[in-house]
């Protein structure tokens, strides 16, 4: 006998090296198109800035250093970070329940954060803070209340997304209850907000938010190893000495902690947390929900969707939001028939 590794290793080992390289590669190249976006983002505005401008005020100097690095920098900024803090909290759901639709805008988590919000702007002052802290307790909430109805299913499967669903439509009601009950000028802010929208955010807005999901990536990135284990099987999971109930209510937490805060400041923004991480799958071919892909994929849509926002009826524009709710509608209909022929 001799000490030489089964073929079937040997080709599983193979396999992994392979995934994994390409992983990197299609990481490395989502990060370039990304920033080759954020370029032309940073050029954008009511009139086109040259290479050289952006460049100059990238570097301090130059006439547009204001414009670029004040008003369009910002915005580009949170569009990247935004949509990589939606495709984590998308990568976690949907590794929790293990199906392409457990994301926080189809089980009801931006619904949830949208309705703490409302009541912050309805009810208080609406401020940053009080919209923040009512986002992040909404979606809470609404996490909580999902899992004791699924509890049956231990956070996951079919069933967690179909009650997800309906605490999804039951809240979105009672959104458009508060909405209608509110003032006039408390129902048009609430409403433009619901949208979702990165215009006229600049740094004082984001700096907290910013450090609230690099803290939140952070501590992704400790839990990833376990959450794919987990994502393989409970037994599996439990095997290799994973705590599953502390494991999904840390990774809950962080996921509604990515969505809420988004949420506060730009407001739900739908679609990139449904479709980024699958989108980030394929591309990279792997058999799970990797993170690396899911954030750089949400980045990069949210960024190509909010330069489509700004030029589509240029000079006017659009809330993020309604590019994406388009895409979005197309892409689950597309998911829905896919899951559907597959059972």
């Known amino acids: 006998m001799t000490g030489d590794a089964p073929p079937v290793a040997i080709r599983a080992g193979r396999f992994s090296a392979l995934v994994e390289r390409r992983t990197v590669a299609v990481s490395l190249t989502l990060l370039g198109v990304a920033l080759l976006l954020a ?47 939606l495709g984590l909290a998308g990568a976690i759901f949907q590794n929790l329940t293990r199906n392409p639709l457990g994301s926080p805008d189809v089980i009801g988590l931006d619904a949830g954060a949208y309705t703490g919000a409302l009541i912050a702007i309805a009810v208080l002052n ?67 907000w619901n949208a979702g929208s990165l215009n006229g955010v600049d740094w004082d807005e984001l700096y907290l938010p910013f450090a609230v999901v690099g803290v939140l990536a952070l501590a992704l990135v400790t839990l990833s190893n376990a959450m794919h284990q987990a994502a393989l099987g409970d037994q599996l999971a439990v095997t290799s000495g994973v705590g599953l109930n502390r494991l999904r209510l840390l990774l809950v937490l962080v996921g509604v902690g990515c969505t809420a805060t988004v949420t506060a400041v ?13 989108i980030g799958r394929r591309l990279a071919r792997a058999a799970g929900v990797t993170l690396l892909p899911a954030a750089l994929t949400g980045a990069l849509l949210l960024l190509c969707a909010d330069l489509v926002a700004q030029l589509l009826l240029a000079p006017v524009a659009l809330p993020v939001g309604v590019v994406t709710t388009a895409i979005g509608g197309c892409y689950l209909i597309w998911l829905l028939i896919r899951e559907v022929k597959r059972r």
Do not use: C
């Not at 940073?42 to 800035?49: A, E, K, P, Q």
């Not at 079919?158 to 458009?176: D, E, M, W, Y």
């Open 39 to 85: 370029f032309v983002g940073l050029s954008h505005g009511s009139t086109w800035s040259t290479p050289p401008e952006v460049f100059a005020a990238l570097t301090g100097r130059g006439d547009s250093s204001v414009v670029i690095l004040q008003w369009r920098l910002p915005r580009v900024a949170a569009a990247l970070v935004f949509g990589a803090a």
């Open 266 to 278: 730009a407001g739900p923004i739908v679609f990139i947390a449904l479709a980024a991480p699958q």
């Open 126 to 192: 609406g401020t940053s803070a009080q919209l923040a802290t009512g986002s992040v307790l909404g979606g809470l909430l609404a996490a909580a209340t999902i899992y004791l109805l699924s509890l049956d299913s231990g956070l996951s499967g079919l069933r967690l997304v179909v009650t997800g669903i309906a605490v999804n439509a039951i809240l979105t009601a009672l959104n458009s209850w508060i909405v209608l009950r509110a003032e006039l000028d408390v129902a048009i802010a609430a409403t433009g």
